[in-house]
């Protein structure tokens, strides 16, 4: 195997995805658009998606990374919306999407259109959690997203495979279908409630922060690997497992919860840079086989297509969010009332993307009896249409549509506030548990030491009262701000001697080692303290 493009590949989309940081445009797109140009480079070599490794081996660490950190009360909260997006909309848009791809290319089985739909039906996790972090959403529209992306996939998967059978000539039935999509979801959501609680076990009894974040590391697979095993949906239990353990991430050690950060900080950085990048680089693959449909008839098809996902969103949008209210007193009560506004960022937050091209890359190249897969080059090709049409088209023109529509903006001061009061009742809380620790003549410490655990304390407490305070006249900076730049000023002057003396030879590297870990937690502390 040739590693040399697999450098490229990722060198290449880390550079752009870390340009992009510092551009208006946000990183998927300007990494779909980068590998699109690329694509056509004269030495570049095909990347073509492999359903088998990016399905089992890219798919679940990003579900697993965008899981853990979503909020599993919010979820639950939102489930009901949630639920209407990730299972009745796939299903809707599979339908809606197949049937028109039925009467719109002539000479496409409906079986072999229904493939279609499955596989532009479900948004990406990726697109989604990505744009939502860029362009600031309301919570609750975010988490909504967030949630449908986390799901949809079970959804459309099953709905692939049932159509793909009914495509090659297998036994495919109603009745066959709706069992295999209970068998998935059920056996999804068992998988994953039976390994959570041993893997959490596991990561708290695990004594050493390395064992735990390698086992952090395998924590996805495992999941996915155990359900597939099983004919259940890996995408389910990935998910159920990464919002148990981020929910009970406090019970981890605090290396543990250190070094895990930094580390899946980085493989997402690195995936989700790579797979878009990927889907840019994917046209020649496409084109390729695209024959006598090539040309502005394709192009028509894929316009036509573009415009029914869009479409089709918004029927399923609107209605599932006002009709529920109007039939249910209970629902009423128990929700927040929904906006058109909200309605309108949710129909249009409908990006597409790496997932629907790998399934399409799975279909079959043959059916039963040995003849070609019904069109199969132009649903490889339409795929692609639809998955760049939605992130180009609604991706850049998101960010201007919300601030068009003037969402409120987060109230800083008031969630500063409620900072402040949990940070004042958790001080309390520690004060008086360090009252009773220094009674008991066990824990004994020199006066100084215990004026010391009294004065950071006092600090925390402060910190984020100080945040509502005005800013610096002169430098504009908030009192946050001057603190941590006077603390990494000491601590530079600090690890600057520390080196000198290493140079010098008054000390050997591996005291210099362990010096400045020293000085990287205290610094690390003093970033945190201040918020």
Same mark, same amino acid.
């Given at each position: 195997?040739?590693?040399?493009?697999?450098?490229?590949?990722?060198?290449?989309?880390?550079?752009?995805?870390?340009?992009?940081?510092?551009?208006?445009?946000?990183?998927?797109?300007?990494?779909?658009?980068?590998?699109?140009?690329?694509?056509?480079?004269?030495?570049?070599?095909?990347?073509?998606?492999?359903?088998?490794?990016?399905?089992?081996?890219?798919?679940?660490?990003?579900?697993?990374?965008?899981?853990?950190?979503?909020? %599993?009360?919010?979820?639950?909260?939102?489930?009901?919306?949630?639920?209407?997006?990730?299972?009745?909309?796939?299903?809707?848009?599979?339908?809606?999407?197949?049937?028109?791809? %039925?009467?719109?290319?002539?000479?496409?089985?409906?079986?072999?259109?229904?493939?279609?739909?499955?596989?532009?039906?479900?948004?990406?996790?990726?697109?989604?959690?990505?744009?939502?972090?860029?362009?600031?959403?309301?919570?609750?529209?975010?988490?909504?997203?967030?949630?449908?992306?986390?799901?949809?996939?079970?959804?459309?998967?099953?709905?692939?495979?049932?159509?793909?059978?009914?495509?090659?000539?297998?036994?495919?039935?109603?009745?066959?279908?709706?069992?295999?999509?209970?068998?998935?979801?059920?056996?999804?959501?068992?998988?994953?409630?039976?390994?959570?609680?041993?893997?959490?076990?596991?990561?708290?009894?695990?004594?050493?922060?390395?064992?735990?974040?390698?086992?952090?590391?395998?924590?996805? $697979?495992?999941? %996915?690997?155990?359900?597939?095993?099983?004919?259940?949906?890996?995408?389910?239990?990935?998910?159920?497992?990464?919002?148990?353990?981020?929910?009970?991430?406090?019970?981890?050690? $605090?290396?543990?919860?250190?070094?895990?950060?930094?580390?899946?900080?980085?493989?997402?950085?690195?995936?989700?840079?790579?797979?878009?990048?990927?889907?840019?680089?994917?046209?020649?693959?496409?084109?390729?086989?695209?024959?006598?449909?090539?040309?502005?008839?394709?192009?028509? %098809?894929?316009?036509?297509?573009?415009?029914?996902?869009?479409?089709?969103?918004?029927?399923?949008?609107?209605?599932?969010?006002?009709?529920?209210?109007?039939?249910?007193?209970?629902?009423?009560?128990?929700?927040?009332?929904?906006?058109?506004?909200?309605?309108?960022?949710?129909?249009?937050?409908?990006?597409?993307?790496?997932?629907?091209?790998?399934?399409? $890359?799975?279909?079959?190249?043959?059916?039963?009896?040995?003849?070609?897969?019904?069109?199969?080059?132009?649903?490889?090709?339409?795929? $692609?249409?639809?998955?760049?049409?939605?992130?180009?088209?609604?991706?850049?023109? +998101?960010?201007?549509?919300?601030?068009?529509?003037?969402?409120?903006?987060?109230?800083?001061?008031?969630?500063?506030?409620?900072?402040?009061?949990?940070?004042?009742?958790?001080?309390?809380?520690?004060?008086?548990?360090?009252?009773?620790?220094?009674?008991?003549?066990?824990?004994? +410490?020199?006066?100084?030491?215990?004026?010391?655990?009294?004065?950071?304390?006092?600090?925390?407490?402060?910190?984020?009262?100080?945040?509502?305070?005005?800013?610096?006249?002169?430098?504009?900076?908030?009192?946050?701000?001057?603190?941590?730049?006077?603390?990494?000023?000491?601590?530079?002057?600090?690890?600057?001697?520390?080196?000198?003396?290493?140079?010098?030879?008054?000390?050997?590297?591996?005291?210099?080692?362990?010096?400045?870990?020293?000085?990287?937690?205290?610094?690390?502390?003093?970033?945190?303290?201040?918020?």
């Amino acid at each position: 195997m040739d590693v040399m493009p697999l450098l490229l590949l990722v060198a290449g989309s880390a550079a752009v995805a870390g340009a992009a940081r510092r551009g208006p445009v946000p990183a998927p797109l300007l990494l779909v658009a980068v590998g699109l140009a690329v694509s056509y480079v004269p030495g570049v070599p095909d990347y073509t998606l492999e359903p088998e490794i990016v399905l089992p081996l890219l798919l679940p660490p990003l579900l697993y990374t965008s899981a853990s950190d979503s909020s %599993y009360l919010d979820l639950r909260a939102q489930l009901r919306p949630v639920a209407l997006l990730s299972v009745g909309y796939v299903l809707f848009a599979t339908f809606v999407v197949g049937w028109a791809a %039925y009467l719109l290319i002539p000479g496409m089985p409906l079986p072999a259109a229904l493939v279609l739909g499955a596989v532009v039906a479900p948004p990406d996790a990726v697109a989604a959690t990505a744009v939502a972090r860029r362009v600031g959403l309301p919570s609750r529209i975010t988490t909504i997203l967030q949630g449908e992306s986390l799901l949809n996939d079970a959804t459309a998967i099953t709905a692939y495979k049932v159509a793909v059978a009914a495509a090659v000539g297998a036994a495919a039935t109603w009745e066959g279908g709706i069992r295999e999509f209970l068998i998935a979801a059920v056996g999804g959501v068992g998988v994953g409630l039976v390994l959570m609680a041993p893997l959490h076990w596991l990561r708290t009894h695990l004594s050493e922060p390395l064992l735990q974040n390698t086992l952090s590391l395998l924590i996805p $697979f495992v999941a %996915y690997g155990v359900a597939e095993q099983l004919h259940a949906s890996g995408v389910l239990a990935v998910v159920v497992v990464a919002l148990y353990l981020g929910h009970r991430a406090w019970e981890v050690d $605090f290396a543990t919860r250190l070094q895990e950060e930094a580390v899946w900080r980085m493989v997402a950085f690195i995936l989700e840079s790579a797979v878009f990048a990927l889907i840019g680089l994917q046209l020649p693959v496409v084109l390729k086989g695209l024959g006598q449909d090539e040309g502005a008839r394709a192009a028509w %098809y894929a316009v036509v297509l573009f415009l029914v996902v869009v479409l089709a969103r918004f029927v399923w949008v609107y209605p599932a969010t006002f009709l529920p209210r109007l039939w249910s007193a209970r629902i009423r009560e128990r929700e927040e009332n929904p906006t058109w506004k909200g309605a309108m960022v949710t129909g249009w937050a409908g990006m597409r993307g790496v997932v629907s091209l790998a399934i399409a $890359f799975s279909i079959p190249a043959t059916v039963h009896g040995g003849l070609p897969f019904p069109q199969r080059n132009l649903i490889l090709f339409l795929t $692609f249409t639809t998955v760049i049409g939605t992130l180009v088209v609604q991706g850049l023109s +998101l960010p201007p549509l919300i601030g068009l529509l003037k969402f409120p903006g987060r109230d800083r001061q008031a969630e500063t506030l409620a900072e402040a009061n949990a940070q004042a009742q958790a001080s309390r809380a520690a004060e008086s548990r360090l009252d009773d620790l220094l009674s008991d003549e066990r824990n004994a +410490l020199p006066p100084p030491l215990a004026d010391r655990l009294r004065t950071v304390l006092e600090r925390r407490r402060n910190a984020v009262w100080e945040r509502l305070g005005q800013v610096n006249p002169v430098t504009g900076e908030s009192v946050d701000d001057t603190y941590r730049r006077l603390s990494r000023e000491m601590i530079s002057a600090e690890r600057e001697v520390f080196v000198r003396l290493r140079d010098l030879r008054y000390i050997d590297d591996e005291m210099l080692r362990a010096l400045l870990r020293r000085l990287d937690l205290e610094e690390a502390a003093a970033y945190r303290e201040v918020g």
